[in-house]
């Protein structure tokens, strides 16, 4: 069965430092989507892209954040400078026409110290 | 008002026994219908779409009711690894950012 699959599982990183999240979504699949999920929590929609740009982002998504596709495959979340409270897992999800909703990545577990 | 409701519960379930579980949306505009599982620290995973007519998959069962803007999920003869968070999931329009419910917890006993 295709797999969202995401890099690293989980990252440490110390406060003000950048960080790059990886995704590699579904081949055949269009739409991209990233979602996080702070413990105990719900998890919230943060921004969804398409045809090589952003076409909905939350008010969760601010200049501190960004996202790229650099090539046929990847699909990457930058935090520019963390903070304490960007700690949560963020999920990476897609779809696309005959997809049977939306298929979501294992996550990676953002830990700011 | 939340976009989407769940009662957090959780369920506790003999194993064996049934149990139903509703959730809420306030918009009316609302397209697609879901219910993902997620488990401990991972990721949600698609149990089902819901339809408007009703839709069955094996023990589960999911209804949607749009004048009265709720959907539910029944799990027949629960098994122990039926235990986890039931996800409601709403979007409104194709392709679109999804809409999480908090989650409703079931525990399956022995």
């Known amino acids: 069965e295709p797999e969202v699959t995401q890099t690293p599982s989980h990252q440490v990183t110390q406060m003000g430092q950048e960080v790059i999240l990886r995704c590699v979504p579904i081949?055949?699949?269009?739409?991209f989507y990233w979602y996080r999920q702070i413990l105990g929590q719900k998890v919230e929609f943060l921004v969804s892209f398409y045809n090589n740009e952003i076409s909905e982002k939350s008010e969760i998504f601010d200049d501190q954040f960004s996202v790229e596709r650099p090539d046929g495959s990847n699909f990457t979340l930058k935090i520019r400078s963390t903070k304490l409270e960007d700690s949560a897992m963020y999920f990476c999800?897609?779809?696309?026409?005959?997809?049977?909703?939306?298929?979501f990545g294992s996550g990676t577990r953002l830990t700011v110290v | 008002r939340k976009e989407v409701e769940q009662d957090p519960g959780p369920f506790n379930v003999p194993e064996g026994a049934t149990v139903a579980f509703n959730c809420t949306y306030s918009n009316s505009a609302s397209q697609s219908f879901f219910w993902y599982r997620q488990d401990c620290r991972k990721e949600p995973k698609l149990l089902m779409s819901v339809y408007s007519s009703g839709n069955e998959d094996g023990r589960f069962t999911a209804q949607l009711n749009r004048a009265s803007q709720y959907i539910s999920l029944l799990i027949r003869d629960s098994k122990l690894s039926d235990s986890a968070t039931y996800l409601c999931v709403v979007n409104s329009d194709s392709w679109g950012k999804l809409q999480f419910g908090a989650g409703t917890q079931v525990v399956v006993t022995p």
């Open positions: 081949s055949n699949h269009l739409y």
């Open positions: 999800a897609s779809t696309g026409p005959g997809a049977a909703g939306y298929t």
